[in-house]
Structure formats: structure tokens, C-alpha cells
């Protein structure tokens, strides 16, 4: 079996790491021959043992309401025609536009819906009447056209948030749910956290981007400070908004204990070295990192994002938050320090939580839906 992913890039993010895990572990498969497209050489991971199955292919699209759309995907085209492939599964949106512009009905399409793709949501004409929203409608029109022409496809959503959207915006297309997976050995630990060290390690992996909301991560710091714990904040990632929560921290006399490390490629070292994994984001399709955290044995506490309602079991793994309120987080977290027995046992069960969330009986249902599929399309 000929399998082909496609995705924009490989920078730092969720989508883009789990793509390449599913794609070194179906490498690891007897018969199966696997390719990764992206469009951009932006890679931010070490992906050297996976290289050779991955391809570079310039290829973009734009629309346009009033002029001839741009359309950019003749390399891509050849590409799928010489590989032949017996499946195609995107990623992302702008993959969705890209792969779909080409013209390829002798394949079985899947769509991974990592976010809700907001493109793809019914245009209301009275109540969404905006540039942007008819931007987006006529993006939706173009791209229904053309999974009807290529023979349809099928939307893979991350939680039960996506899924519901995906069904009610996308009828006459194929749905499931499928939670994202991680490289659990990479993450899990090998000892039982026992305690919480001291100082306190609390840490957030995310882009600094609005939507993430390291702020309130700050705030929660702050409050910590106030009350005279000692403790840490180590934030991973890197974004737009990074100075100024940078800056934010100093402004709020919490600067020299919160450490911004950027982008690292050993996030797993770092989980390894925290006691609690705070999750801040306002909208969350899924959260990846949270399963990380939860196989580095770390409880979570997060705010109510939407699709974390699929990863947390109150109490047991984590605590969900439901409103940005810094007194609920410190309380959970003051909670957790003040339980040993809390602790540990959320630790041991996190790990365990975990662990159903492994790359490998994913990749091993992967395959039966593309096998799957493929019988039905005979």
C-alpha cells in the first residue's frame, strides 16, 4: 500500500510533530510504502532518519473573487501521478486547498481536521455578512467542488468539539473520531513521582500567540509570589507574543522565576524536570502536549479549551478548569502540594492515561481505515 501525507511545513506546533511520528512509525510497516509532501522547507524537528521519504514540493493557491484565481500545483500534480498513491491524507487547511486543486480520483482522500478550519463553517448571509466571511464561503465552495471531483473524502477530527462541527457543516462526506497520538516512550518516565520538589516546577509548552493566553499563566504566578511559595514557571515555545510576556512577568515582579527557553528540542526533558503542567489556552482543539505531560507523569490543570474535555478525568489525571480565574488555578495547585497521596496517585494514573494515546495501536488503526476504505472503494 502506497500511503501519502500532506502538510504546509514542518515548524514547531502539534500537527506538524505528529505527522512525522505517523509517518516514521508506518516506515517501520511491511508493506507500506509511505511519502511526506510538504510545501515549504521549513522544518523545526530532526527528522534525519525520515528524510528520504519526504518531499518538498512548491505548490500554493489563491483565490480570488474578482480576478483569475493563482493556482500553483502542476509539480504537485506529477508528483501524484508518479508515486501513484492508494491513499492521500492532508493536514491542515491550506493542504486541504492545495491537494484538492489537483486532480486525482484513483486515490482514497482523508482530511485530518486538527482544528475546526473555520473556512468550512455554513455561511450565514444575514448574521456573517463580512469581507472575511465571504472570503471564507467562496473558499468553502471551491474546495466541496473539488472533493466531489476527486471522489470525496473522509474528516478525521481530534475530539468530540471537531467532530460535532465537522458534521454539521460537512454532510455528504465521511466522519470519525480519532484522538491524537504521541511517542509515549519518548515522554513516559521510569520511576513514580512521589512528591513535589522544591522549588515548585510549573511549566507551559505553547506558541506565544492570544489564543494561548501565557498571561494568565503570569497572573497565576504572581499570586503564587504574593502568597510566598517558591517556585518556578518555565514557559516552552516561541511566538509573536513572546517579549511581551517577557516583559509582562518583569512588570508583574515575577521575571526572574519565569524562564522563557523558547523553542527546544527536548521538550520531554523538561516535562521530566517539572511537577505540574499548566494548560492556559482559551481554545484548544485537542492539546497534545497535555497526553505529553500526562506520560511524563505530571498532573495537569488546564483551562476549558474545549477539545481537553476529551483528556481530563476530574481529579483523577488533572483538574478542567472553566473560567480564567487565577484563584481556581492556585487553589488546584495549592491542592496538589498540600496532598502527597493526591499527588502521586494523579501522577501514576496520568502515566497510565497516557499510554493509550501511543503512536503505535494508532498507526495499527490508521491502517485498518485505509485498508478499510480501500476494500469498500473496490
Not at 80 to 99: G, K, N, T, Y
Not at 132 to 143: G, K, N, P, S
Not at 179 to 204: G, V
Amino acid at each position: 500500500m502506497k500511503i501519502l501525507h500532506i502538510i504546509p511545513n514542518l515548524k514547531k506546533g502539534g500537527a506538524e510533530r505528529m505527522v512525522t511520528d505517523i509517518v516514521r512509525e508506518l516506515a517501520k510497516r511491511n508493506g507500506i510504502e509511505v511519502r511526506l509532501v510538504i510545501f515549504r522547507n521549513e522544518i523545526a524537528y530532526d527528522i534525519e532518519d525520515i528524510l528520504p521519504l519526504i518531499h518538498c514540493i512548491p505548490a500554493s493557491i489563491q483565490l480570488s473573487l474578482w480576478r483569475k484565481n493563482r493556482v500553483q500545483i502542476a509539480a504537485l500534480q506529477n508528483f501524484l501521478e508518479a508515486f501513484q498513491p492508494d491513499i492521500i491524507h492532508s493536514h491542515m487547511f491550506e493542504a486541504e486547498m492545495v491537494s484538492r486543486s489537483c486532480f486525482y480520483p484513483k486515490t482514497i482522500w482523508f482530511s485530518h481536521g486538527h482544528d475546526k478550519m473555520h473556512q468550512l463553517q455554513k455561511f450565514q448571509i444575514f448574521s456573517q455578512l463580512s469581507k472575511a466571511r465571504i472570503t471564507e464561503a467562496f473558499e468553502r465552495t471551491y474546495l466541496l467542488k473539488r472533493y466531489i471531483r476527486n471522489g470525496g473524502t473522509t474528516f478525521i477530527s481530534i475530539s468530540k468539539q471537531t467532530e460535532n462541527y465537522f458534521k454539521q457543516n460537512i454532510q455528504n462526506h465521511g466522519h470519525l473520531l480519532m484522538l491524537n497520538p504521541i511517542d509515549y516512550n519518548k515522554f513516559k518516565q521510569e520511576t513514580i513521582r512521589k512528591c513535589i520538589t522544591n522549588p515548585i516546577k510549573l511549566i507551559n509548552v505553547g506558541s506565544f500567540v492570544a489564543k494561548k493566553n501565557q498571561q494568565l499563566l503570569i497572573k497565576i504566578a504572581k499570586e503564587l509570589n504574593k502568597q510566598g511559595f517558591d517556585f518556578e514557571v518555565h514557559f516552552l515555545g516561541d511566538g509573536e507574543l513572546f517579549e511581551v510576556m517577557r516583559k509582562l512577568a518583569a512588570n508583574n515582579e515575577v521575571g526572574k522565576i519565569c524562564y522563557f527557553h523558547g523553542n527546544v528540542d527536548n521538550v520531554e526533558i523538561y516535562l521530566s524536570e517539572s511537577d505540574i503542567y499548566i494548560h492556559t489556552a482559551r481554545h484548544e482543539p485537542f492539546g497534545l502536549v497535555i497526553i505529553e505531560a500526562m506520560a511524563a507523569g505530571l498532573p495537569v490543570i488546564t483551562l476549558d479549551g474545549g477539545g481537553n474535555r476529551d483528556l481530563i478525568e476530574e481529579g483523577k489525571n488533572g483538574f478542567l478548569i472553566e473560567e480564567e480565574n487565577v484563584k481556581c488555578f492556585v487553589d488546584k495547585i495549592l491542592e496538589l502540594i498540600n496532598n502527597p497521596d493526591l499527588y502521586r496517585n494523579m501522577s501514576m494514573y496520568s502515566t497510565s492515561c497516557a499510554q493509550k494515546f501511543d503512536i503505535v495501536p494508532y498507526v495499527n488503526n490508521l491502517l485498518e481505515l485505509y485498508r478499510n476504505k480501500s476494500l469498500c472503494a473496490e
